[in-house]
Structures are given as structure tokens and as C-alpha cells.
Nanobody
Framework: QVQLVESGGGLVQAGGSLRLSCAAS????????MGWFRQAPGKERDFVAA????????YYADSVKGRFTVSRDNAKNTVFLQMNSLQPEDTAVYYC?????????????????WGQGTQVTVSS
């Protein structure tokens, strides 16, 4: 069982930055592939970024490539999402997700565990 708690969301002006954190309760966090997703009102939950267990490889949706950076600290059981150059279209609830084992995953259905989400609102 893995419990995930996101933090760091908030209200920011366009062009600003936020850093999301996701703390995981897991004995072997280094064996867990992690991802970030977001869901805007009335829309499906979409992939944002993924990171392999070691943190050696990362993957991004085209819409955030070059602006967002995913990283992890396995010693602290935490994954991060640094979001720069935020735009109003980035407004959504952001979720972190986990799956034990494997390399990386890009689909909602690939993940077993989800956090409660944190709201990010970008004003124009």
C-alpha cells in the first residue's frame, strides 16, 4: 500500500512558477515509478510527466516540455514537479501517481495509487 500526499499548489500569475511536492509512504520508494497528471474542470485526467524509479529518465507531455521538470529524492520519499512559465491553460488539479515496479508509465490506467490532488490556478 502506498499513500501519496501532494502539496505546493496555489494561485500564481501567468509567467510565474510553482513547485509541487508529493510525499509517499512506502518502504521501498526507490522501487516505485512515479507520475504527475492534471485534470481541468470538465476534462479528462491528462498525463503531465513521469520519472523512472532511479530518477534517471523523465518523460513529459508536449504541452509542458521545456517548462516543467520532474525530479525525485528517494532518500526523502518525495517526487517534485517544478513548473515554470505557467499559463492559464495550466490551471487544473494536479495529481501524483505511483506504481510499484516497472520503468515508467504514461497512462492513467497504468497507475495503482493516487494522491488527493492539489489545485493550481494561473491567472492571466
Amino acid at each position: 500500500q502506498v499513500q501519496l500526499v501532494e502539496s505546493g499548489g496555489g494561485l500564481v500569475q501567468a509567467g510565474g512558477s510553482l513547485r509541487l511536492s508529493c510525499a509517499a509512504s512506502a518502504r521501498t520508494f526507490s522501487l516505485i515509478a512515479m507520475g504527475w497528471f492534471r485534470q481541468a474542470p470538465g476534462k479528462e485526467r491528462d498525463f503531465v510527466a513521469a520519472i523512472t524509479r532511479s530518477g534517471g529518465s523523465t518523460y513529459y507531455a508536449d504541452s509542458v516540455k521545456g517548462r516543467f521538470t520532474v525530479s525525485r529524492d528517494n532518500a526523502k520519499n518525495t517526487v517534485f514537479l517544478q513548473m515554470n512559465s505557467l499559463q492559464p491553460e495550466d490551471t487544473a488539479v494536479y495529481y501524483c501517481a505511483a506504481r510499484v515496479g516497472g520503468a515508467y508509465y504514461l497512462r492513467v490506467d497504468d497507475y495503482n495509487y493516487w494522491g488527493q490532488g492539489t489545485q493550481v490556478t494561473v491567472s492571466s
